[in-house]
Structures are given as C-alpha cells and as structure tokens.
C-alpha cells in the first residue's frame, strides 16, 4: 500500500485528483487532502504519506517551495507536481528537488495513472523507512492512550530496532535517526519546551544515540502531562469544541485557522502545544471512538461505518484504526463480542 497527501488549492481540482488516485488502483490510498502548500506540509509531518500530488501555485506556500523542504529534510517522499504552467525553469527547478512527475493540467486519469505507477520503483524503496517513521509518530502521539512509561519504553525500543540493522542499511539508519531527531525538535520547539539542557550527538555515531533520544522523549512525555494541568487559552477551548459537534465533517487546518482567525502555523503549533496533538489525529481520535461504539452496537458494516463517521475511503479507516486500537475493525468486533 503506498498512501498519498493530495495538495490542490482549487476544491473541484482536489476532490478530481483524488479520486483518480483512488480509482488508479487499491494500492494507492488517499490519507490526507488539502488546500494549501502550509496545511499540506504540517499533515506531511503528522501522516508522513508516501507520495505527494501537489499543485506548483497554492496560497500560504507554492508547490515548489513545499517540494524544497521536502528534500532540504530528506523526507522520505516521492513528490509529483501538477502545474498548469508548461515552464521549463519551473520543471528544471523542481528536478533539482527531486520531484519524480511535472504534469500539466488539466489532469487526464491515463496520464496521472501511467505516473503513479512509474513512481512505484521508488515507492517500494521508501517502504521499510516510511513504516519506522509511521510507527514512531504514533507513539509520540500516543494513540492507543498508553501509560507515559510504557509509550517511551516503546520508543526506545524503537530506536534500537533501527541501531540493531545490518551494516549494508547503514544509509537507512542514519536517515531513520536523523528523522526522528528533526522531529523530536520540531515537536518541542512548537511546543515552547525547552531542552538546553541535553547535548547535542552525531547520530551516525552510534555511541550515546539511545540516552540522547530517551532524554529527549522524556521531555515530550512528561510535558504532556503538565499540559493537562495548565489552562487552555478559550480559542483552543472553542476549536476543541467546535470539533467534537462537527468532526464527521471535512474539517481542515486551513478553516481552524481561519476561524481563529491565526495563521495555519500559528494554529496548528498552539492546538498541539495545548492537546498534545495535531488536528487531524485529533479528529481522527473522535472519529475513531464514534467507530468503536458503531461497531459494537450496531451489525453495520465497515464500509457502512466508514461513511457515517467521516472517513474518506473504507481502507484509510482501517488504517487509522488498527494504528489507534491496535486491531482491525473487524477483530476489534469479534473480540468485543466474544
């Protein structure tokens, strides 16, 4: 399965796109879709999809710009850009990015098809590096709702898994762990959390990564829990609440931000610091336990529940489900029944 970040600033453009990906073939799945280059890059740091489909002219960040930061970070991302400009310095810049496809608009299903499978080669090479990354996210977001002791027990239990690989994947160790350490960065950073106090390493060393990372996710783990305890400023109060009466709706970053009237950074960097997560896996989270409920009160069927709680496509349910609850839906039925 390869997933796929739609980024389109036209609504009937986006909604086209992707579902000719989805009518391209069951092994490309849509897991996120949005409307600007800003939106598009925090959810790649949140659903870190395998591909991106993305417009060269959006607001808040362009095509290129989005492709730029891909690359300077070494996301591991297979990017095709849409432009509906034929410009050879638009298409020579984005191959110094790396970007796999230039199409033009307006987009034919044959075209963007013969595209998609084209990129397959490099999708299979991203697969095993793009797991590591999924899972490692999960458990910072903590989306089975673990004890702090065990969630970073696991992480660390992570990062050894990758320090434990064979030489000849020296390179996919290395970029595993510089990954990780951008994002633990990151995260803190957006978070006001501060961490002075923990030296920086050479993570192709080898020699002191796992004490590094365990410091580091200490920090995140253990502000979480202050968190609860401090108070919420009342545009997060009113955001949070808005989501919980709206969240079978396409609700997107842009919007929230938008509503509070703030910058789609801003937003985004406040509702995490102040819920410990981002928007989408916080929607996700609702959708998620409304599904649970359906599951073991009604005799709907997946498919049937996928609609009714909001998710685009039976297969990216299944997928935020079994990453939340750590069983398929199905599983999840039987043993609850048994």
């Not at 590096?129 to 999924?134: D, E, S």
């Not at 977001?141 to 990758?162: F, G, H, M, Y």
Request: charged fraction near 25%.
């Amino acid at each position: 399965m390869y997933t796929v970040l739609v980024a389109e600033n036209e609504p009937w453009v986006l909604k086209g796109i992707v579902k000719m990906v989805e009518e391209a073939g069951e092994e490309f799945q849509v897991v996120g879709a949005c409307s600007n280059g800003e939106e598009a890059w925090n959810q790649i740091r949140d659903v870190w999809p395998m591909l991106l489909i993305t417009d060269i002219m959006m607001p808040e960040m362009d095509g290129l710009t989005l492709c730029g930061k891909i690359n300077e970070h070494r996301l591991p991302i297979v990017s095709v850009i849409i432009s509906g400009y034929d410009n050879f310095q638009y298409a020579q810049k984005a191959m110094t990015y790396g970007v796999s496809e230039y199409l033009l608009k307006p987009v034919r299903f044959e075209l963007l098809k013969e595209s998609l499978n084209r990129s397959k080669e490099k999708l299979e090479s991203l697969k095993d590096l793009n797991g590591y990354v999924v899972k490692f996210q999960a458990l910072l977001d903590n989306r089975q709702a673990l004890p702090a002791k065990l969630a970073l027990q696991k992480q660390v239990e992570l990062i050894q898994s990758v320090l434990s690989m064979n030489d000849y994947r020296k390179s996919l160790r290395i970029s595993l762990l510089h990954i990780f350490d951008r994002k633990l960065r990151m995260l803190l950073d957006e978070c006001d959390i501060d961490y002075p106090d923990i030296p920086a390493i050479d993570v192709a060393d080898g020699e002191g990564v796992v004490p590094y990372y365990k410091a580091m996710l200490e920090k995140w783990y253990l502000s979480r829990s202050g968190i609860a305890k401090s108070s919420m400023p009342a545009i997060i109060e009113q955001s949070c609440r808005y989501i919980k009466e709206n969240y079978k709706e396409d609700i997107t970053l842009t919007d929230m931000a938008e509503r509070a009237n703030f910058s789609v950074s801003h937003f985004s960097a406040l509702f995490k610091k102040h819920t410990g997560t981002s928007l989408i896996n916080y929607v996700n989270g609702l959708k998620i336990e409304e599904a649970k409920k359906l599951l073991l009160s009604t005799s709907y069927s997946v498919s049937e529940i996928t609609e009714i709680v909001g998710f685009s496509t039976t297969p990216y349910f299944s997928r935020v489900f079994k990453t939340t609850v750590g069983l398929s839906p199905l599983e999840y039925r039987k043993r609850m029944d048994s």
